[in-house]
């Protein structure tokens, strides 16, 4: 029979519960364990108001204690007067036999005995227990509703652990006056004691709260406003996700969610108990919903004395006053109960209340005050919202425009007005490209009377829901009837911009160029949607005549990425795309970059998740692999959530690349699948041909097995380009010379080098000599010198390649490079030529940007020829980088780089915390205390 509870045991009444977050909490209370284990005593004080989460924690924490005996007690507000009870709970938790021998812990009431007396064996049942089965821990929850005898025990027994491996956790709340000023006491008694402050779960934990719940990932603007919503309450957060649906949560147009019963239960509660004047401050705060002025606020509830209504809201916890600011600003605490608030104000003086609030805030405010307070249909009012959102829409603020209309719809008093907000408040939402609220009103939109802007939103509503024919027939019929009617110009404008999204996915891209032509000579486009069909139009030439020629309809940029407007990016991603293509790196990532950094200050970029995917393959490219897995992270993070599927697959490739290259071949052929899986569901269209098909070959390269590689491009091989059968052309554009090269190693391979030379010869035609690319050429070309038999013409073909030093930083691919120079060596090997010494420069130099880029299936087959020669790649010290975690490097890499710890959380969509702890644990990890050694640190490891 054990002596103790496991922890496992200790700790039942969590079983089952969610817990993320609280890393730094959580290492403070693991710190003091570990110097538990080595022989301290220590005692730890949580602190945090109801339903923070402490108890989480503790729980959390006992579950992780390996090897100690956990004692585990809860006060109970009940049981204050128990003398004793909450020492009886904690010996509860022990068998029996042990603490026999211990008369005053084992009989069944202490009245009466002294708390010294039971101290003192409790501290012999604690040496008793070390003794047999190592470290103790005790944790006593709800500290503040322990009996005083217990408190007097503890508190002995903790000043007499002097050599003791005991740990002691209390648990109280914040604002607990009971055992506040003795628990202060206690802890400056001791020398080893600390105090650990709970408070709200970040944004980061947020997200992962709600994925484990609802086992979805929630979008980052969503986490956001449950953030703000919940201020991270842990006891709030778990309510709302368990009481409001996913969809209600989803719903951006909803600019409440419905309050939790058990929360409006416990608001009207205080509210029932507060003067009447308290409760007019609380419900104008809610109806203002905002962090102003107390005088204001008092305006709006119509109090003549502001101050004394203050107090007793402040008392209940409703309200948060900053009283040395100028202005003495008021706010309630937390959105949740600002909404239960607002729930039990009646509906007369709900309208009383906003009419007042209109007055006061500013005009954008004021609109929503004016909507709110309209009980009926208010023909006068939906005027003016639309011409308000009318003006919204010319400047390209789309999602203003869209709010505006809908409040409009709802507020017409005839039908056909009713209808035409309606279906035009969803084509303004659909323009943004994340038009969750929008493709909700299906349903709404098809029962409006028939039209062509019904029949072009519902054909957009059917591109991103998937449904492609669908989708071309709708608006095809749209932009056709649109065109011909003088007064729908607007309309032809939709409807072109997302046709042409359809051809170019159909690899039509001459239409695609002809009828984003068109739509922009329409005019009437707002900057931003003007520039996204200009990056349709280029993109279409892409796919028609090739990225070179599709540069010339994005010549308008200027030439620096960081010159360009906001406005611009969409046709800035599309430059730096054709870029990429070409194998200009330096300028492609100039370019990809400032969309990624414009996108995270909320410039809103349409193309931001695609353009972020081939900044995660751009910097794989360049060597940049622990960058490429952040970007990719983050861009499969937004892939989960996003409304549509278009350009997921960028993301699911990007995700490939590294893993392949490192040989992390489940992770690898897990993203393969799934690439194809999509490929499959969306009817094949080529683009995801394109990613899923390099995505199987990039694998099976890494692999060395060029059969797999060359059945891996099938799908992108046109076989009746050529009767003969003899030349094979790639039926694609985007990444040509990639699929190109890719498809000449294999039939190398393979063992066909007359088919390889035609591709070879394709490739040279196709290719301006510029880029990264030159040393991918050469080694093709080495290679199928070698496969023809002409040893000596490789051999020069690699010596002239190696010699030509890479730009520094420039466009150079270091995996590449690394494999030119493999090839070199091998062929050295192979034919005697030159000195044993030459070719093991060339296996050195080539293991080295392999060991760099963790690149473990190259690495490995760099050293068996290595070992072949007699030779062996000389050991180095293993890198104190290599044992940063993924999201460590992501961390160390944007502040090596210059970022602060604010511009890094932005970049990685965490929080600012999440980053400082990241960065404590990578200075602790390489024994550094400065950015400048971190950035050191870093370039050592570059290929």
Known sequence: MSVATSAADATADGHGEVFVGRLRESERLAACAAKVRDGEAWLAVVEGEAGIGKSALARQVAASLEGFTVLWATGDASETDLPGGVIGQLMRRVDRDVVAPFPLLAQESAVGVSPHAIGGQLLLLLGALQESKGPVAVFVDDV??????????????????????????????????????????????????????????????????????????????????????????????????????????????????????????????????????????????????????????????????????????????????????????VAMVHALQRDAVYDAIDPERRRTLHVAAAGVVGTAAAWAHRVAAATSADPGLAAELEQSANAEAVIGRNALAAMRLMWASSLSGDRADRERRLVTACAQSLLTMQPVAAVKLRTQVEDCAPGTLRTCVLGVMDLLDGRFTAAEARLTEAWHEALADPESGWVAVLAGTFLAVITIRHCRGAETVDIAGKTLAIGDLDPATSDFTRAVLATGRMWDQGPRAALLDVAHLPAEAAQAADHQLDTLATRGVMRLFLGRLLAARADLATVAQRDQRGAGSKLSHLSLSLLAILEYLSGDWNASESSTDRALAIAAVQDHVLGDAAAWFAAVCVEAGRGQWDAAQGHVDALSRITEALGSPPAEIVYAALAQAMLAQARADHATMLRALEPLIDRAADSSGERIRLRFKPFWLWQQSLLVEALIGTGQPATAALALDDFRQGYDGTGYMQDVLARLSGQLAEAQGRPRDALAIYAQAVAETPDEGGDTAPLFRAMLEHSYGRLLVATNSGSRREAARWF????????????????????????????????????????????????????????????????????????????????????????????????????
């Open 144 to 329: 503040h509703w322990a009996d005083p005898l217990s408190l007097q025990v503890l508190g002995f027994v903790l000043r007499r652990l002097w050599a003791d491996r005991v740990l002691t956790v209390l648990l109280t709340r914040s604002d607990a006056e009971s055992t506040a000023l003795t628990l202060d006491r206690l802890v400056r008694s001791l020398d080893r004691a600390v105090r650990v402050g709970i408070g709200g779960l970040d944004e980061d934990d947020v997200a992962r709260m709600a994925r484990r719940l609802l086992d979805v990932r929630l979008a980052p603007g969503l986490v956001q406003r449950l953030h703000g919503y919940t201020k991270g309450h842990p006891l709030y957060l778990r309510t709302v996700l368990a009481e409001v649906p996913v969809q209600t949560l989803r719903d951006e147009a909803a600019q409440r969610w419905p309050v939790p019963r058990t929360l409006r239960v416990g608001v009207k509660t205080l509210l029932d108990h507060l003067p009447p004047d308290s409760v007019a401050l609380l419900e104008a705060m809610a109806v203002l919903d905002a962090r102003l002025p107390l005088a204001t606020v008092a305006q709006v509830a119509g109090l003549p004395d502001p101050a004394r209504a203050l107090k007793p809201a402040l008392g209940a916890g409703l309200a948060q006053w900053w009283p040395t600011e100028s202005h003495s600003p």
């Open 844 to 943: 050195k130099s080539a293991h080295d940007r392999f060991g760099a880029l963790r690149a473990a299936p190259y690495l490995e087959r760099c050293d068996a020829d290595l070992a072949a020669i007699g030779l062996t790649a000389p050991a180095q010290a293993p890198s104190r980088v290599l044992a940063l975690t993924e999201r460590e490097l992501s961390v160390a890499y944007l502040i090596a780089g210059g970022r602060t710890n604010q511009e890094a959380a932005a970049e990685l969509y965490v929080s600012q915390k999440t980053v400082e702890y990241h960065l404590s644990n990578i200075y602790a990890k390489l024994g550094i205390s400065s950015r400048r050694r971190l950035a050191e640190a870093l370039r050592a490891q570059q290929p």
